[in-house]
C-alpha cells in the first residue's frame, strides 16, 4: 500500500479509502517534499514530488469528482457548498504546484514525472 511505503501511518480501526486518511496522506506527502525541498536529496524530493500528484490524481481528483462536486450541486447551505469547493481548490492546487529543486527555488522539469513508477514504492494504481 502507498501509505506504508512512505512511512504514514493511520488510526487501525479507520479504512485507508477514508477521506480524512486520504487528506492526511496527502499532508503528509507535503510536508515530506516541503522538507526535501530544504535540505533533502534530489532524488527524494524528485519521487514525493511524483508521489503527491500520482496520489492527488488518483484519489483525491476521484473524491472531488464522486463527493465533494455534488457535494456543490445538491446542497443548500453554504458550508457544505464551501467544503466541496475548498476540496477542489486543494486538490487543483496540489496538481498544479511547481516542483523545485532541493534547496533551490527554481521549478524542476515536469518530465520528471515521467520516471515516477509507483510500484518501486509497492504501490498499484487501485482499479
Known amino acids: 500500500m502507498f501509505y506504508r511505503a512512505f512511512g504514514f501511518n493511520y488510526v487501525p480501526h479507520v479504512r485507508p479509502d477514508h477521506l480524512a486518511v486520504q487528506w492526511s496522506f496527502a499532508r503528509f506527502l507535503l510536508q515530506s517534499e516541503e522538507t526535501a525541498e530544504a535540505s533533502g536529496p534530489r532524488d527524494k524530493l524528485r519521487m514525493l514530488a511524483a508521489a503527491r500528484l500520482e496520489f492527488a490524481r ?14 456543490q450541486r445538491r446542497c443548500r447551505h ?3 457548498r464551501g467544503v466541496g469547493s475548498l476540496a477542489e481548490e486543494v486538490v487543483n492546487w496540489l496538481l498544479e504546484r511547481p516542483i523545485r529543486e ?6 524542476v522539469d515536469e518530465k520528471l514525472l515521467d520516471e515516477f513508477d509507483p510500484s518501486r514504492v509497492g504501490y498499484s494504481r487501485p482499479s
Open 58 to 71: 488518483a484519489h483525491l481528483l476521484v473524491a472531488v469528482q464522486s463527493v465533494y462536486q455534488p457535494l
Open 78 to 80: 453554504p458550508f457544505y
Open 102 to 107: 532541493a534547496g533551490d527555488s527554481r521549478v
